[in-house]
């Protein structure tokens, strides 16, 4: 089973609108963390936000914000006042087992190519 | 400044050769990753180490190796075994959990194999 879902391969909006991508998990973890990064055409990746499973609150940073619903397993990301710059790949990515301290790898979903269109 | 380099930003290889890509960081980051990154496809671990002379296999090792003699150093070798090696290749670095969690990206190696 897929432990990271996108479901919406490209997405379109308009030059200062908002936008939600959307991002479900799968995990029988208790402690894990939720991430997303940009990758714009040149290829690096750029940690926008996170999420643990534990905070109370939804993360927010600048205009990024993480819609986090435990009981669905989703961890959407909302983008406020789109900009043409935000035009790229965005990629919602998992850590399962926070609580044990050891290096353990992100897994990655498939990612939602956005276009922001003037 | 801080982060993460990886060297060439772009490498051709003809089929049968092994090739190296260097990955270095100047974080004090204790863990260091190789991704692998196709066409329209989100990353896949190929190996990660947590500390220094040690590493594991990640969900795709088969046909690469990784040494980490060094702290700061982690290179990642495509071996001729590996079928398909033409990809994005990722390199990212962690600090110790109770700072952050997020991994740190390198700017990649885009490897083409003719």
């Known amino acids: 089973a897929q432990k990271i879902t996108q479901t919406q391969p490209g997405m379109f909006v308009q030059e200062k609108e908002a936008v939600t991508l959307d991002c479900t998990y799968d995990t029988s973890d208790p402690s894990y963390g939720l991430f997303w990064y940009k990758q714009p055409s040149s290829g690096e990746m750029i940690f926008l936000i996170y999420q643990g499973s534990y905070d109370q609150q939804n993360a927010t940073e600048g205009r990024y914000s993480l819609n986090f619903q435990k009981a669905r397993k989703s961890a959407n990301l909302v983008i406020s006042a789109s900009q043409l710059g935000d035009s790229a790949m965005y990629f919602c990515?998992?850590?399962?087992?926070?609580?044990?301290?050891?290096?353990?790898?992100?897994?990655f979903g498939s990612g939602t190519q956005l276009t922001v269109l003037p | 400044d801080g982060g993460i380099t990886q060297s060439p930003k772009y490498l051709f290889r003809k089929e049968g050769q092994n090739v190296t890509l260097s990955c270095e960081q100047n974080?004090?980051?204790?863990?260091m990753y190789w991704y692998r990154q196709d066409p329209g496809q989100g990353l896949r671990l190929i190996y990660y180490?947590?500390?220094?002379?040690?590493?594991q296999k990640g969900d795709i090792a088969e046909g690469y190796s990784v040494s980490r003699e060094k702290k700061e150093s982690f290179p990642l070798t495509v071996t001729s075994a590996q079928k398909n090696p033409t990809a994005f290749y990722l390199c990212?670095?962690?600090?110790?959990?109770?700072?952050?969690?997020?991994?740190?990206f390198g700017p990649g190696t885009r490897l083409t194999v003719t």
């Open positions: 990515a998992m850590r399962e087992g926070l609580s044990s301290g050891s290096a353990r790898q992100l897994t």
């Open positions: 990212a670095s962690k600090g110790r959990d109770g700072g952050s969690y997020e991994q740190y």
């Open positions: 180490s947590q500390i220094v002379n040690d590493f």
């Open positions: 974080l004090n980051h204790d863990a």
